[in-house]
């Protein structure tokens, strides 16, 4: 399968319709909305949501179809954060690591202010967590009940994050997570 990344430029009506037509046109379970309507949609549009002095968004093509979205945000800072879309008959054949493979690849090389990577699933979307450790990504943070649901309460989400230099060198840091201070001793 040829997978290609094409830039999104939703300055253009017939982008903006292509970009309303994906949105809407499949179920996000793990994105804090899950049916898009078509308004909603184009008002993200509008916004700037997809292309901007901070923001690009690319078109994930197989084989010539349009089967997912990229949006790159915070390209300004030295961590730069991403939304990944696949559509569902594309989901579970490999293509969010070959996606977050080449994203990771694309920030470093194209931003050299870039240290870091980050992004932030929902703890239940095992998939992406499991696409985060195969593309080197570590798992840095864990939020309780910090992604908002429409469907009830709040999920728990968890934050992975990729270094350069852990990039560059084909390693992976882990984070000490036994480095809290014992609070039970008294302060001197």
């Known amino acids: 399968m040829e997978i290609t990344y094409r830039r ?12 309303v037509a ?11 909305t899950a049916r898009v309507h078509a308004d909603q949609a184009r008002r993200w549009v ?17 084989d010539g179809r349009d089967v997912g979205l990229i949006r790159l945000e915070d390209l300004g800072d030295e961590t730069p954060v991403f939304d990944l879309r696949l559509a569902a008959p594309h989901r579970g054949q ?14 470093f090389d194209e931003f050299p202010q870039v240290s870091r990577v980050e992004g932030t699933t929902r703890r239940d979307n095992l998939a992406m967590r ?12 864990h939020y309780r009940e910090a ?19 852990d ?8 984070v000490r997570w036994d480095d809290e201070p014992d609070l039970t001793r008294p302060r001197s």
């Open 130 to 141: 499991r696409t985060f450790l195969r593309c080197g990504y570590v798992k840095e943070a």
């Open 8 to 19: 999104s430029l939703p300055d253009r009506p017939a982008e903006t319709d292509a970009l």
């Open 22 to 32: 994906f949105l809407g046109g499949h179920e996000w379970p793990f994105h804090s």
């Open 167 to 174: 990039w560059l060198a084909g390693t992976a840091t882990p």
């Open 46 to 62: 509008a916004d700037g949501l997809f292309d901007g002095p901070r923001t690009r968004t690319f078109w994930i093509t197989a």
């Open 94 to 107: 490999g293509l969010g690591s070959r996606a977050l493979d080449w994203l990771t690849r694309y920030l």
């Open 147 to 165: 992604w908002p649901a429409g469907d009830g309460p709040a999920h728990d989400s968890v934050g992975y994050a990729v270094l350069r230099r």
